[in-house]
Every structure is written in C-alpha cells, then in structure tokens.
C-alpha cells in the first residue's frame, strides 16, 4: 500500500470478507468506476434488533448492499465516495456527480479550511452545483479566484461548481454534528435568487 493508497481509501475488506462494487443493476463495475459498495462475508451483521427499516436489504446470494458509493482501485483498496442518495445530476448533460469529487478539489487549495456541496434542481438535465467553503483566511480569496482554482485543478469539467459560496461556518445539527444539508439548500436557493434578480 501507497501512502496516498493509505490516505484516501478505507482499505482493504476485512479476511473472509468479500467486497464488490455494483451498478444500478447490480453489475459488477470495472475498476474505478463508482458504485455501490456491497459486502458478503462471516463479518456482515444480519440487520438492526427492532429495526427492519434501517437495515440495508441483502440479495439472494448474500450480498449486503450498503447504500454506500464508493470504488475498488487496481490494487484492491476501497475508496469511499458518498452514500447512494447524495450524488447529484449535473446540469450539463446530465452526469452524475458526487458531492465529494467536488470537494476533493476544493479541499487542495492552501485556504479552504473545509467544504460542502450542494445541488438544487434547475432543468430536466440536473442540478446548480453550489460549493460551500469555509476559509483560513476571509481577506484572501474571493469567489472568483475560487472559481479559478477549481477551473484550474478539477479533472473535468463537470466538478466545476456553479456557484462558490464563502461562509463563516458550515451549519451543522444532531448529536454527530453533521453537516445541515437542508440550511445549505436553504441558503443557496436564496444566492440564486439574488443572482438571477441582478
């Protein structure tokens, strides 16, 4: 294992573990290609105890699919990309792209202390992509430099949001302090509102 191998991926499965990535079919994706994170093994657990609704379903041959996104590279590691119900459809051409592809990016640049994505529904081909970031240095850098760093660094076109938005903070809520999806939803359909208005 690389040292990069090693900080970017969750590793290896487990011994008597196996791990496959599946397309919407349940295919068996190519490397490298993002899928669900399926699992089969003495390890996976049979469910939630009074909990049937929380417990990811597992096939017929014993595969547990997780809800997770994630892909295998050519060595065997897995890369954990998002869970199944956060990617977003892209407005131009209607790719799927995930939050963390985007936030990748934003996260290499020396003043993004951390980043968060979202997407709101602008036409049948997808969503407005919106980067929350939240920066090291307010008096640095503004959208539009941000905007240039992600031309500059993002490895396709699609990873380029279309709008940056610099925050203070990101909202967070619950007992694991996760990021508030729904105010950062909340908060870009007002920064549309005022662009469009301009």
């Given at each position: 294992?690389?040292?990069?191998q090693l900080m970017n991926s969750i590793g290896?499965?487990?011994?008597?573990?196996?791990?496959?990535?599946?397309?919407?079919?349940?295919?068996?994706?190519?490397?490298?290609?993002?899928?669900?994170?399926?699992?089969?093994?003495?390890?996976?657990?049979?469910?939630?105890?009074?909990?049937?609704?929380?417990?990811?379903?597992?096939?017929?041959?014993?595969?547990?699919?997780?809800?997770?996104?994630?892909?295998?590279?050519?060595?065997?590691?897995?890369?954990?990309?998002?869970?199944?119900?956060?990617?977003?459809?892209?407005?131009?051409?209607?790719?799927?792209?995930?939050?963390?592809?985007?936030?990748?990016?934003?996260?290499?640049?020396?003043?993004?202390?951390?980043?968060?994505?979202?997407?709101?529904?602008?036409?049948?081909?997808?969503?407005?992509?919106?980067?929350?970031?939240?920066?090291?240095?307010?008096?640095?850098?503004?959208?539009n430099s941000l905007k240039d760093f992600m031309?500059?660094?993002a490895p396709h076109e699609i990873v380029i949001?279309?709008?940056?938005?610099?925050?203070?903070?990101?909202?967070?809520?619950?007992?694991?302090?996760?990021?508030?999806?729904?105010?950062?939803?909340?908060?870009?359909?007002?920064?549309?509102?005022?662009?469009?208005?301009?």
């Amino acid at each position: 294992s690389s040292q990069e191998q090693l900080m970017n991926s969750i590793g290896y499965p487990f011994p008597h573990t196996e791990i496959k990535i599946v397309g919407n079919g349940g295919e068996l994706l190519p490397i490298r290609t993002p899928g669900e994170i399926c699992i089969k093994g003495f390890g996976v657990f049979s469910g939630y105890l009074y909990n049937e609704s929380e417990t990811c379903p597992v096939d017929n041959n014993g595969w547990l699919h997780t809800g997770d996104i994630g892909e295998m590279d050519d060595t065997g590691h897995i890369v954990f990309i998002g869970r199944k119900g956060d990617h977003m459809t892209f407005k131009h051409g209607g790719d799927k792209i995930y939050p963390k592809h985007i936030t990748d990016v934003a996260s290499s640049h020396p003043n993004i202390f951390e980043s968060a994505v979202v997407g709101l529904q602008s036409d049948e081909n997808g969503d407005d992509i919106f980067l929350f970031c939240v920066l090291k240095d307010e008096s640095k850098d503004s959208p539009n430099s941000l905007k240039d760093f992600m031309v500059q660094n993002a490895p396709h076109e699609i990873v380029i949001p279309d709008y940056i938005v610099p925050v203070k903070c990101l909202p967070r809520i619950g007992a694991r302090n996760k990021v508030d999806s729904r105010a950062l939803v909340a908060i870009a359909t007002e920064v549309r509102q005022a662009a469009q208005a301009s």
